[in-house]
């Protein structure tokens, strides 16, 4: 018994400091910012006292439904279209030789030495008009010469993939590191193709990689504003962008608080489900194995 409450003031004693960080800088902040949603904005910039609804009723601005779709659609297809390229790099650098392991994982992780901001405005300088990319299109008739590769949704997605794509790489390395390979071996025995043995077996046996993957590249693509304002424009406006825009620019923290608080519950509501759906499962009884 003595071991046991050893072992377990232990794990309190770990815990603690974990747990007191994230409820100095991470719970604290998200109930405050509910709380400010309920508050009326003074015409200073302030929170004024008092509560109301007017807030949250002001969310039915008529270009906020375009805006929440834009959002949705680009941040989904940044995470698809992130998973379908990592999943693939992961298991080549899964299998390959050591070198090759460790130059394709540098140059995965290489981008992060440089500001988040310079390689954003590189990548308007590669879209702009007057660009080599622009140029080299039109010399192989694959756009108009009044065709912008700036200042479109298009852009915004191939730049959010640009930055996205790392955190979805490494996750799903560090699971198909740990895969044992010779299950696609041996259903490549039994018959199966290769591409069958990829899709059959080796992702199901990295979901754990996969499902980080796609939170790390889901969430920082749904609060995005940085990548939108340089290479996006006012047609590509998303959440983020909003938020940004009540707070610094019509200094009304309410509001802004306002629709915090809705891309916080949109994105906290199906995890904490999913999260619960897979503990339902893991507490499920086994079926007991046959005795052969």
């Given at each position: 018994?003595?071991?046991?409450?050893?072992?377990?003031?232990?794990?309190?004693?770990?815990?603690?400091?974990?747990?007191?960080?994230?409820?100095?800088?991470?719970?604290?902040?998200?109930?405050?910012?509910?709380?400010?949603?309920?508050?009326?904005?003074?015409?200073?910039?302030?929170v004024a006292d008092g509560w109301t609804w007017r807030t949250l009723l002001s969310l039915r601005n008529p270009n906020y439904p375009q805006i929440i779709w834009r959002t949705?659609?680009?941040?989904?297809?940044?995470?698809?279209?992130?998973?379908?390229?990592?999943?693939?790099?992961?298991y080549y650098i899964a299998r390959c030789a050591a070198w090759k392991r460790n130059l394709i994982l540098f140059l995965t992780i290489i981008p992060f030495w440089t500001s988040?901001?310079?390689?954003?405005?590189?990548?308007?300088?590669?879209?702009?008009?007057?660009?080599?990319?622009?140029?080299?299109?039109?010399?192989?008739?694959?756009?108009?010469?009044?065709?912008?590769?700036?200042?479109?949704?298009?852009?915004?997605?191939?730049?959010?993939?640009?930055?996205?794509?790392?955190?979805?790489?490494?996750?799903?390395?560090?699971?198909?590191?740990?895969?044992?390979?010779?299950?696609?071996?041996?259903?490549?025995?039994?018959?199966?193709?290769?591409?069958?043995?990829?899709?059959?077996?080796?992702?199901?046996?990295?979901?754990?990689?996969?499902?980080?993957?796609?939170?790390?590249?889901?969430?920082?693509?749904?609060?995005?504003?940085?990548?939108?304002?340089?290479?996006?424009?006012?047609?590509?406006?998303?959440?983020?962008?909003?938020?940004?825009?009540?707070?610094?620019?019509?200094?009304?923290?309410?509001?802004?608080?306002?629709?915090?608080?809705?891309?916080?519950?949109?994105?906290?509501?199906?995890?904490?489900?999913?999260?619960?759906?897979?503990?339902?499962?893991?507490?499920?009884?086994?079926?007991?194995?046959?005795?052969?």
């Amino acid at each position: 018994m003595n071991s046991t409450r050893k072992k377990t003031l232990r794990e309190v004693l770990l815990t603690i400091p974990s747990f007191v960080w994230l409820t100095v800088f991470f719970l604290l902040p998200t109930l405050i910012i509910f709380a400010i949603a309920f508050k009326p904005a003074s015409f200073d910039g302030r929170v004024a006292d008092g509560w109301t609804w007017r807030t949250l009723l002001s969310l039915r601005n008529p270009n906020y439904p375009q805006i929440i779709w834009r959002t949705v659609w680009l941040s989904l297809a940044t995470t698809v279209i992130s998973l379908a390229v990592s999943i693939p790099i992961a298991y080549y650098i899964a299998r390959c030789a050591a070198w090759k392991r460790n130059l394709i994982l540098f140059l995965t992780i290489i981008p992060f030495w440089t500001s988040f901001l310079i390689r954003i405005f590189a990548w308007k300088a590669v879209l702009h008009p007057d660009g080599f990319l622009k140029h080299a299109m039109v010399f192989l008739h694959l756009i108009d010469n009044d065709t912008l590769l700036l200042y479109r949704p298009e852009a915004v997605l191939i730049v959010m993939i640009y930055t996205e794509l790392p955190f979805a790489i490494l996750p799903i390395y560090a699971a198909a590191e740990k895969f044992d390979f010779a299950l696609i071996e041996a259903a490549l025995d039994l018959g199966a193709s290769k591409l069958k043995a990829f899709f059959d077996v080796f992702i199901p046996g990295i979901k754990a990689g996969v499902v980080s993957a796609c939170l790390m590249v889901l969430i920082p693509s749904f609060g995005s504003y940085v990548v939108p304002d340089v290479v996006g424009g006012l047609g590509s406006e998303m959440i983020g962008n909003v938020i940004v825009a009540r707070t610094f620019t019509d200094r009304n923290l309410p509001a802004a608080s306002a629709l915090a608080s809705v891309l916080i519950l949109a994105l906290l509501i199906p995890m904490l489900y999913f999260l619960k759906g897979k503990k339902q499962g893991q507490n499920e009884p086994k079926p007991a194995k046959e005795v052969v």
